[in-house]
């Protein structure tokens, strides 16, 4: 089973639609990340986030700690919002250091 | 904007011959990370390196990786034999403090083994 799971895999929708990605995980972290892939393949990151809500631009981020659960939504979605957005939590360390582990991605595309 | 380099951005070796890439990681940060993204999957952790020595790595990190900083800038990955299986992105990433800090990487290699 995935550490972190992503949905939907792909989506599709139409210029200015509110867009909603999610993300679930099973492990203890100390932190989750979006990130936003382009297909030039360069990783972005978005937020980083351990609790509540944080919000840039037409971006929103939600984290709900207890259930182990975050949303990505993007508001009044555009074209150039189409790119791959990928889920990160932070693992609590074993040892020295944590980690980062990767969710499989959204691949979102807008259309105009 | 703080930013990771990497370099090259593009890499074409032939099998078996070793590359080496190069990251230059924010230079205040403490942690550094390789991962790697076989083109059509999930990003793969690698290694982790803290304190000039290797915190973690994963069972892809075997005996023909390693990593350094030589210089205290620079944070390499040589990949000693290259396979054909090897060809993936690879992304560098660094960290000033682990957990609750953003994570800055790197626009990645594109290695591809022939």
């Known amino acids: 089973k995935n550490e972190v799971e992503q949905s939907p895999q792909n989506l599709t929708a139409q210029e200015g639609e509110f867009i909603t990605i999610n993300c679930s995980y099973s492990v203890g972290i100390s932190a989750l990340h979006w990130l936003q892939q382009h297909p030039g393949g360069g990783i972005v990151s978005l937020f980083m986030?351990?609790?509540g809500k944080k919000k840039h631009g037409r971006l929103i981020a939600t984290i709900n700690i207890q259930e182990k659960h975050s949303s990505l939504h993007i508001t009044a979605s555009h074209p150039r919002d189409s790119a791959v957005y990928i889920c990160a939590v932070f693992t609590v360390g074993r040892g020295s250091q944590g980690n980062l582990i990767f969710g499989k991605g959204t691949k979102l595309s807008v259309k105009p | 904007e703080p930013e990771v380099t990497q370099t090259p951005s593009h890499q074409v070796t032939q099998m078996g011959q070793e590359v080496i890439l190069r990251c230059v990681p924010i230079s205040n940060h403490l942690y550094f990370y390789w991962y790697r993204q076989i083109l059509g999957q999930k990003v793969e952790f690698l290694v982790s390196f803290y304190n000039n020595e290797i915190s973690e790595k994963s069972e892809i990190f075997d005996d023909q990786f390693s990593v350094e900083r030589p210089d205290g800038s620079n944070f390499t990955l040589k990949i000693r034999s290259t396979k054909l299986e090897d060809s993936a992105m690879y992304f560098c990433a660094s960290l000033w403090d682990v957990g609750g800090t953003e994570a800055f990487f790197g626009q990645g290699t594109r290695l591809t083994v022939v």
């Open positions: 986030l351990s609790s």
